[in-house]
């Protein structure tokens, strides 16, 4: 949750990438800004030294507050993956490009999306590539896209440089994403807490090769048993509900099922709720789902499921704020930013310290 001062300072922010305060004038005094804001001299103080941080005005004893500069008429590019439209494939990048958008229109600058296009190696689109020869784009946000890993190092990005921000697993020099970690780390602590002991993490190859590792050390540190991955796994040709629904089949044929099955995609959760319903699992006595949801995703589950929430809206405007900062010419020095998912409010599946009842 943003401080008082962040939001003031927010709020001033607008008015000068709106034009309401232009290049050049005088700030209100903070007697005036008393007038307008119902806090203390030391929040307003320390919105307008906010500001002043991120380069956006300067603060002159004796002289007053002046704006140093504005973002008008600047024009953002957002990149993101050509399945960024389909909320069963991919809700953190719908949701994040919506969050992303509307951030920007609040500042009053134009934005204009751009989708990968899968039919030339760095997935650059035609349209995206002109406007950047000819100097029509100001700043670059990508949401999900696989441009960070395919062409910002090319020596052609090189020549036509505009500030970037990645917001998703690739990385970038400015990353912004949620932690994959600490949501397994908090699943392990919470399948430790029901006394639940034999656990499943339920995740598409490629990610199973990055989080099994530190998911077996959780589950080492926890006194958990992990169930290993069934051999051989579902076809990546799969959907990710396909994929999720397909997995927890072959968990369940395995001769000592999990009590707990750990899903850091909703979608594959998804899945794994259909398989548990078509299974006749009972939940969550005989199965608990953790998973790692996205917030204002439109996913229903047919099962209980216990969601850790990833705020997609707070990731998308960090990111944001951060390429508007770069646009308008702040230094910040490369950073990853990485989310924790927060914990759950819902505790019918995870209220109870006694263990669940064995079954083989």
């Known amino acids: 949750m943003a401080y008082a001062y962040e939001i003031i300072a927010e709020e001033m922010l ?3 990438i709106s034009g309401e305060w232009q290049s050049g004038d005088r700030l209100p005094t903070l007697n005036d800004l008393e007038k307008q804001y119902p806090q203390s001299r030391m929040t307003l103080y320390k919105a307008m030294q906010l500001l002043k941080d991120r380069g956006y005005i300067n603060m002159s004893r004796g002289r007053g507050t002046f704006v140093k500069s504005s973002a008008r008429h600047q024009r953002v590019a957002i990149l993101t993956s050509s399945t960024w439209s389909d909320e069963s494939l991919a809700p953190f990048s ?3 490009f919506r969050h992303a958008q509307a951030y920007f229109a609040r500042l009053g600058l134009a934005s204009q999306l751009y989708v990968d296009d899968a039919l030339n190696d760095f997935r ?8 950047l020869e000819r100097r029509r784009l100001n700043g670059l946000l990508t949401v999900d896209a696989t441009f960070p890993a395919r062409f910002d190092q090319q020596e052609e990005w090189e020549k036509m440089p505009i500030p970037y921000v990645n917001i998703g697993a690739w990385h ?10 600490a949501f397994l780390v908090m699943a392990a602590e919470m399948a430790r807490k029901i006394g639940k002991k034999r656990v499943a993490l339920v995740e598409r190859a490629e990610h199973l090769s990055l ?8 589950c080492d540190k926890q006194g958990l048993e992990y169930c290993p991955i ?13 994929y999720g629904y397909e997995l927890l089949q072959r968990f369940w044929r395995q001769p000592r099922t999990p009590q707990v ?11 794994v709720t259909i398989a548990a319903l078509a299974l006749r699992i009972e939940i969550p006595h005989d199965l608990t789902i953790i998973a790692m949801t996205n917030r204002g995703g439109n996913i229903f589950y047919p099962v209980p499921v216990v969601r850790c929430e990833v705020d997609v809206e707070s990731i998308a405007i960090r990111g944001a704020r951060m390429l508007v900062d770069l646009m308008n010419g702040v230094k910040a020095p490369p950073q990853k930013t990485f989310f924790p998912p927060v914990r759950p ?8 310290e006694e263990p669940a009842p064995d079954h083989p």
């Open 94 to 96: 719908k949701l994040a």
């Open 345 to 352: 409010t819902y505790q019918g599946a995870i209220n109870s």
């Open 211 to 218: 989080d099994f590792d530190l998911f077996c050390g959780q």
């Open 261 to 271: 099955v750990i899903v850091p995609d909703d979608v594959i959760a998804k899945g």
């Open 172 to 181: 970038a020099p400015y990353t912004f994403y949620v932690d994959h970690k």
């Open 14 to 16: 607008n008015k000068i």
């Open 230 to 242: 069934p051999s051989p796994i579902p076809p990546p040709t799969l959907s990710y509900e396909e």
């Open 124 to 131: 650059i689109p035609a349209s995206f590539k002109f406007e």
